[in-house]
């Protein structure tokens, strides 16, 4: 048995607190489970959750310094191991709650290359990643700027591992609840990027990651429903032409290659028809969206606390919440675990496949 890191997030945002109250409220779940981050982070998150978590003292997570990712299976339960990868330069003071911060951003930067590291050295299962604040990452500068977020920069850490261009190690982003599954084409770019990322070679390749990612989760060939990009899904090209000369194109390849792929399927309605809900069977296990926000929102209105984000196409596994570092209510201890909760819970399913 290997242990998950759960990596600290930006230090500014709720990362810390999240995994504070996780560690309160889900004991056993993290007994295999240590942080990669600053303890001091940590140990000023506790003090924000001191007043609010109304637990006897006994029952309180107490930080645990290690030294190695193994010895965080020997931690009793109601203690947290914390490996101190990374430190805050500039010391807490870098990082007030709800602000952009180079500081933070580099620490978090840095927390995920190491745990990336050890995951790909088969030091640990995998990592489950608190949020980060991708302007505090940018703001971090080099390297860190070049990475719009934690999948970009789990995919250059991969790839180099490998020995590989960036663009042999495809990665796909997908983000699941108890009711709905997503999958998308294109991930953090502008949505005129978006829209030009729209290939057959895209659409294919997405198809066959989601196809190897979800078979042995299910034992099946999963059922992939495609969504459009425009509106009706082009009502047979009157509202655009890329559903007839692009993604059709593809859907046909894929099929060709043994993927259970259909449509292309109206975009506003195709989410639904997806939908596992008590009563109500959806027709697909899973939904291809040809951008970032046509597939997060749907799946975050059925449930953010349950929602969980995995990064497909890996030789790693991570999970991570699905929301950010919601800098308005940091440092208040006001912050729900649920989402993350959920996240370690899926990668010990998926860890343990």
């Known amino acids: 048995m ?22 309160w409220q889900a004991p ?17 998150a506790a003090g924000w959750l001191r007043d609010k978590v109304k637990a006897p003292a006994s029952q309180r997570p107490t930080l645990v310094q290690i030294s190695h990712p193994a010895q965080a ?28 911060s180079a500081a933070a951003g580099r620490l978090a930067g840095e927390c995920v290359v190491w745990a990336a590291r050890a995951a790909l050295r088969e030091e640990i299962a995998g990592l489950v990643t608190a949020p980060l604040h991708k302007e505090a990452l940018a703001a971090a500068g080099p390297p860190w700027d070049r990475y719009p977020g934690h999948t970009e920069l789990l995919q250059a850490e991969a790839a180099a591992h490998r020995g590989v261009p960036v663009a042999d190690m495809p990665v796909r982003m997908m983000l699941a609840n108890e009711e709905l599954r997503t999958v998308l084409v294109s991930i953090h770019v502008s949505l005129r990027e978006a829209i030009d990322a729209v290939t057959p070679d895209n659409v294919v390749q997405t198809l066959r990651i989601t196809d190897a990612a979800l078979r042995p989760l299910l034992g099946r060939a999963p059922r992939i429903g495609v969504a459009g990009l425009n509106p009706h899904a082009g009502e047979g090209g009157r509202f655009g032409r890329e559903e007839i ?7 046909e390849q894929a099929r060709a290659q043994g993927i259970d792929a259909r449509g292309p ?33 749907p799946v975050k209105y059925f449930g953010v606390e349950q929602g969980v984000n ?26 729900d675990a649920s989402s993350l909760i959920a996240a370690v819970r899926a990668a010990q399913r998926l860890a343990a496949r």
């Open 310 to 335: 995995v990064t497909l196409g890996l030789p790693l596994l991570r999970t991570s919440p699905d929301h950010g570092t919601a800098f308005d209510i940091a440092g208040q201890g006001v912050a």
């Open 265 to 297: 399927y109206a975009p506003d309605t195709v989410f639904m028809r997806a939908r596992q809900a008590p009563g109500h069977t959806g027709e697909f296990d899973v939904v291809v969206a040809m951008y970032h926000d046509q597939g997060l929102i």
């Open 73 to 100: 299976l020997t931690v009793p339960a109601h203690h947290l191991p914390v490996l101190p990868a990374a430190v805050l330069q500039g010391g807490l003071d870098a990082a007030p709650p709800g602000c952009i």
């Open 245 to 251: 000369e692009v993604i059709a194109p593809a859907l």
């Open 28 to 44: 056993e779940l993290l007994r295999a489970c240590f942080v990669v981050g600053d303890p001091a982070v940590l140990h000023r």
């Open 2 to 23: 290997k242990p998950l890191a759960i990596t600290l997030g930006d230090a500014a945002g709720i990362g810390p607190e999240i995994i504070l109250k996780a560690a």
